[in-house]
Structures are given as C-alpha cells and as structure tokens.
C-alpha cells in the first residue's frame, strides 16, 4: 500500500463530517476517496491510495477519516455486467428478465440506481461477498458502477453548442467511452485496454460507428492521462478540439487542491452527483 495524495482541508474535523459525504472509488490497483461538503458542494479531502480491496483493512486501521459519520456514503466498482434500460418503460417486476442481460451469479449480485441526466435506469452485478465486505467497513454505503459518475458529470460539464461531444476516461486497463448528441446519449461502453493499441483499436471502432470528425466532434477526456501519453497522441491524429474534464464545474476546489489534476479524479467528483 503507497500513499499517492493526501490533501485535507485544514478545518476539517469529525464535528462536520454528518453534512458531508463520503466518495470512494475503489479500483484493481487503487483506491480513492473524496469528501464533500454538502451544505456548500465544496470538497474537503481527497486521497488516493496505490492499494487493492485487500488493503481496506490497513487503511481503515491508519486513516482516521474515514472513520467518521458521513451523511451518505457512496461507493463506485468497476464492473462489465450492467445494462441500461429507460426509465419510461422500467417495471420493477421485471427485474429477474432484466438481468438475463449481465448474468449475475446469483439474484444478490444485483444492484439498480438512477443515472438522472439521461432519465436511464442502470441494472449491474456487483459480487456480493464484495458487497458485504465493504459494507462490513462503512455505513450503508450506496453502490454505483463506474458508468452513473462518468455519465452524470459528462452531462453536467458538456457544452450544448457541440454536434457531438466524445468522452473518453482512462483506467489502468480499461477505458469508458460515451458519445452525447445534444439531450441524448447515443453510446456507452466499458472496454479493456491494456495497450494504446487497443485503446486505438476500440477508439476506430466508435469514429466508424457514429461517423465522428474533427470538425463535428469536440473531445473530452478524463483519467489517468496527461497529454504526453501515447493515448493522447493517437486522439490528436483524429480530432482537433481536445479538453480535459473538469470537475470544478459542479464543485468547489480550494487553494488547497490547486496542485490537483482534477481530471485524474472525474469520475469520484462526479460520484456526489449521483442519488
């Protein structure tokens, strides 16, 4: 376990935690949180740990804020097995067919929340061991995949004057791609990307798909990129109009976060969007 960043708002104490929220990102090969203060959307903590699921015990054991009382706990894991289903036609009592689509190991792996900007009901498979296991280290957390945050801060942040805007966010090895096309999502995916070869291969295919150019298409990107990465440079031989998301749009970042790569941590800003 490797402490990478570690930035808390200096008055931060236990006594306002209970208006807060707790986001945590909890990844393959790191785990992340944030916390926010509700009453003023102004962030107060962010950490990022180099570490695994077997690592939360340690890092219960030594961060003490994470010990505290938040008023609502919300948790994002990586996951392949989820579909969308519009909300108008969603029917609760369907849920057993619904599922048939990510084939859950058991009726427990099942987990269903909102993504609010697009009116989607989001259906996943979470493991349940996974479930109690983090739920035996926090109070009723909320469990979101990594497709609510990414969507609702997209939605939150895109410009309107776009025809089509493409959002891309990097993981270690795998990347989410979203294409929005003014109130509409025309596209979600999770893929697996271990080399900039695949992140091209993956990219190509979605350019052939919605027939996206430089002069109709605006980029956004978020993730562990910077503009020096071979998978930056191989999005500059297909569009013009590259920008990293920012969160700070929807959440206020003190001087104490200045030095922060807010795009690195898009997707668990975006988290405090989601209900």
Do not use: W
Not at 42 to 63: C, F, N, P, R
Not at 91 to 111: H, L, M, R, T
């Amino acid at each position: 376990m490797e402490t990478r960043l570690q930035l808390i708002e200096g008055n931060f104490e236990s006594q306002q935690s209970g208006k807060s929220d707790l986001l945590i990102y909890i990844g393959s090969d790191h785990i992340s949180y944030a916390i926010v203060d509700k009453g003023r959307e102004q962030l107060k903590a962010l950490v990022d740990y180099k570490a695994g699921v077997s690592d939360l015990h340690e890092i219960m054991q030594t961060d003490r804020y994470l010990k505290y009382y938040y008023g609502k706990i919300k948790i994002i894991t990586n996951t392949f097995k989820f579909t969308f289903i519009p909300r108008d036609i969603y029917d609760s009592s369907e849920i057993a067919d619904y599922s048939k689509f990510i084939s859950p190991k058991s009726p427990a792996d099942i987990i269903t929340n909102d993504i609010k900007a697009f009116r989607i009901k989001n259906i996943m498979a979470v493991d349940a061991d996974f479930q109690e296991k983090i739920s035996s280290h926090f109070n009723q957390p909320v469990f979101y995949s990594q497709a609510n945050p990414f969507i609702e801060g997209l939605r939150k942040i895109a410009q309107e004057t776009d025809k089509y805007r493409l959002c891309i966010n990097l993981h270690s090895e795998m990347m989410e791609i979203a294409i929005i096309n003014d109130e509409n999502l025309l596209f979600y995916n999770l893929f697996e990307t271990r080399t900039p070869d695949e992140f091209n291969y993956f990219l190509l295919l979605v350019i052939k798909q919605f027939d996206l150019n430089a002069e109709n298409t605006s980029v956004l990107i978020a993730g562990r990129v910077e503009t020096n990465d071979e998978s930056y440079l191989r999005l500059e031989k297909y569009f013009n109009h590259i920008k990293f998301a920012d969160p700070c749009g929807f959440i206020q970042c003190s001087e104490t976060f200045a030095a922060v790569n807010y795009h690195h941590h898009f997707s668990l800003l975006s988290l405090n969007l989601c209900e």
